[in-house]
């Protein structure tokens, strides 16, 4: 190194030193609300950070410790605790530095390892893509958040900081970052109540994401602003002179929209600029709850209320704790102005969202007021995570919690409940409780019956009619939309498919192993435990029961399991009985064997009526063990089984009907009618007069012409004497000249 470049590079070292400590003192002023022995293990934890990231350098050439320092500063502006301000500091320290958790357990105890671990990238695991590893990552992250919500909190002012340094980073990387911010951070920020960052990061999301209108708008909002100053200060002049003239206390103060908000109203609602009209607001903070009410009413004597713009958050607060009251009024020159008016502790909670709860040290963390703070929501990721277990699942159900336009509804006992717009009663069900929701049947909404995918609305008085036993509908899952019904669903059904395949694949085993001579099914014993062993390595299952579900569901096949089973066990001693072979084969031929299957229209995923054929009850049928989709009922006769059959007959088994199908069955008809008016109708009435449903109808676009029309039905029939019945009533109405059950033929099975 030359004489020259040594002191330059000594002189950049010392002024990197320099910015960092500077930054870091400006924390320290920020920590009056901590003592000296907690400053002095912020302290500690930034000695180590600095060290962690010695020579790293942020884009803009700055030290890069001085970006954990940002971090912990925005934390210590909502008044967060010592560990997590230490888990700030150390936050990239995992993820950039190669520290253990170990070795921060061991420097800054188990507490603040586990948050800076929740927020730690999972960089060592390997994703067949970008967008799995990032839903995982994401998973991580809300977990650990609904653990301990500062996990939230601090990766929320880690991207506030990055966000704002954005200028410094490749151009490369603005899209993709901006929009994971306004998709995902931005939208958990408003969930936790934390108003002034959620509209921080919307706004330099849209500044990245789309320069030239953010530029433009912002041109247009201070060209207004100039030209508006004078009207808005007349305004607070008024305002103030009415309240002081009340003799009520009260603290005013100019608002204005966002950038992002003012592009998304002229987006959505096809505005131009000049056509917004609500950009500038005012803010009053008042001494208590009955003093904004009463402010309310002064306001509306001053100026008119434009009709349908008052909102009550005081009364019914939003879903992330927010309270205030709204209303927008026309001001001079008809000029709309929205005030806000709140009390100094519904500010603290409207800026700083679950971050109050810090400020104010709440005793009991349970209370109502750390509830209405999120706790509930937070609670709710841990209840989707217990059923959920695909990351990308998970994400998906969790980002349809995140937007809280909600509707309030109440139970009978008249409790307020918060639900997403476009939540059903299902939805309501399980927001009370799972147990609820899983034994569902029916509901009144207001004294009256109502469908269960009926959309709630504002006020709606809800009350659930429960069964005595659990059955979630998979029906459910085409309209519930709240992401806890929709994974307490989807885990039910996922439950119940895997003992009904556990219960068939065993019942198929017994049966084949009767074939081979063995009674029953080797239980887990010592003396068959090295069989079950053997068997297991072949199959390649953890265990018993995983094997058995995957013969449930034809992901094996029952009599190759069986033939390798009697093998080992022939090897230890235990011969087949020639008597119980001869005695299976004889009940085969006489479709007698003990190890038949049932089926009465019960059962939920492990058995699935073929579409191609539609079998109902009384009708000959055969069962096909399919790849993955357990037991599949066909028609005998059906042209799909016989091919079937052809290519891979032992994945084929004996299966009948029970005595007492629980359900109805779907049969598709061909009805052939004359060209008249009102003929679908006589057809219709003809179906219901056979006591059958209709669930389908189908007829051909162009019929002008045609002297006759064939319509396709499906109808729900107990069984083939009732689609006989249904036949027969079709026949003798008069505009009908050919009715005709769709079998599934060469042709016509796809039709079917």
Not at 720 to 737: F, G, I, P
Request: proline share 4%.
């Amino acid at each position: 190194m030359s004489a020259v470049s040594k002191p330059l590079m000594n002189q950049v070292s010392a002024a990197a030193v320099n910015a960092a400590a500077a930054s870091f003192a400006t924390l320290i002023k920020g920590l009056d609300y901590l003592n000296s022995d907690q400053i002095e293990l912020i302290r500690k934890a930034y000695r180590f950070a600095d060290q962690a990231h010695l020579g790293q350098k942020r884009s803009s050439g700055e030290p890069y410790i001085t970006h954990p320092i940002a971090v912990a500063t925005q934390c210590a502006e909502w008044k967060l605790d010592t560990q997590a301000l230490m888990a700030a500091l150390l936050h990239d320290s995992m993820e950039d530095c190669g520290v253990s958790k170990l070795d921060l357990v061991e420097n800054f105890g188990s507490s603040v390892a586990e948050l800076v671990d929740g927020l730690t990238k999972l960089d060592k695991l390997q994703f067949t893509t970008r967008e799995e590893g990032q839903a995982e990552s994401f998973r991580k992250m809300l977990l650990a958040m609904a653990r301990d919500v500062r996990v939230i909190l601090i990766k929320l002012a880690d991207r506030t900081h990055n966000m704002r340094t954005m200028a410094d980073m490749p151009r490369s990387k603005w899209a993709r970052i901006s929009s994971e911010t306004i998709e995902i951070y931005a939208p958990i920020a408003n969930r936790l109540g934390l108003n002034q960052t959620y509209r921080e990061l919307q706004d330099l999301s849209f500044r990245h994401l789309r320069p030239w209108r953010q530029q433009v708008l912002d041109k247009a909002v201070t060209r207004s602003r100039s030209r508006r100053k004078d009207l808005m200060k007349k305004v607070q002049t008024e305002v103030e002179q009415l309240f002081e003239k009340a003799g009520l206390p009260v603290k005013i103060f100019g608002r204005e929209k966002t950038l992002f908000s003012i592009y998304k109203k002229m987006l959505s609602k096809h505005l131009s600029f000049a056509q917004v009209t609500d950009i500038y607001g005012m803010r009053l903070i008042l001494p208590g709850i009955t003093d904004c009410y009463t402010a309310l009413g002064l306001l509306h004597q001053l100026y008119k209320p434009v009709p349908g713009k008052f909102k009550d958050h005081i009364a019914i607060s939003k879903v992330n704790g927010y309270q205030s009251l709204h209303t927008t009024l026309v001001g001079p020159s008809g000029i709309n102005i929205e005030f806000q008016m709140r009390t100094e502790a519904m500010h603290v909670v409207a800026e700083k969202g679950v971050a109050a709860h810090w400020l104010y040290k709440s005793e009991d963390p349970n209370s109502e007021n750390a509830e209405r703070l999120g706790a509930q929501w937070l609670q709710s990721l841990l209840d989707i995570q217990n059923e959920t277990h695909d990351a990308t699942e998970f994400w998906d159900h969790v980002k349809v919690d995140l937007f809280p336009d909600a509707v309030y509804v109440f139970t009978p006992k008249s409790k307020i409940m918060a639900l997403p717009r476009g939540a059903t009663v299902v939805d309501f069900a399980y927001a009370v409780h799972s147990k609820v929701g899983d034994r569902t049947q029916g509901v009144r909404i207001n004294g009256e019956m109502a469908p269960l995918r009926t959309e709630l609305k504002n006020g709606d008085v809800v009350e659930i009619i429960t069964s005595t036993e659990p059955s979630p509908n998979p029906a459910w899952l085409s309209f519930v939309r709240t992401g806890r019904a929709r994974s307490k669903i989807r885990h039910y059904l996922k439950t119940m498919a895997q003992k009904e395949s556990l219960d068939l694949g065993e019942k198929l085993l017994t049966q084949s192993l009767r074939a081979e001579g063995i009674e029953k099914t080797p239980n887990d014993a010592s003396i068959t435990s090295t069989v079950w062993d053997k068997i297991l390595r072949f199959t390649g299952n953890k265990n018993k029961d995983e094997l058995l579900i995957d013969i449930g569901l034809g992901k094996r096949v029952a009599s190759i399991v069986a033939k390798r089973l009697t093998a080992h066990l022939a090897e230890m001693g235990e011969k087949p009985n020639t008597l119980l072979i001869s005695q299976e084969r004889f009940a085969s031929s006489e479709s007698i064997s003990q190890g038949d299957v049932i089926v009465d229209g019960s059962e939920n995923a492990s058995v699935q009526y073929a579409r191609c054929c539609h079998p109902i009850p009384m009708d000959p049928i055969s069962g096909y063990l399919g790849h993955g989709e357990g037991l599949v009922v066909h028609q005998a006769a059906c042209a799909v089984a016989q091919r079937l059959k052809y290519k891979d007959s032992e994945r084929f088994i004996y299966v009948e009907w029970s005595d007492e199908p629980v359900r109805m069955f779907d049969a598709p008809l061909t009805v052939t009618v004359k060209n008249a008016p009102g003929v679908l109708a006589k057809v219709a009435t003809a179906i219901s007069l056979a006591e059958a449903d209709i669930t389908h109808v189908n007829m051909a676009e162009e019929v002008v012409a045609m002297d006759t029309i064939d319509l396709k039905f499906t109808v729900a029939v107990r069984d083939l004497s009732h689609l006989e019945s249904v036949l027969k009533s079709l026949r003798r109405t008069s505009c009908v000249t050919e009715a005709m059950r769709i079998m599934a033929s060469k042709h016509s099975y796809q039709e079917a």
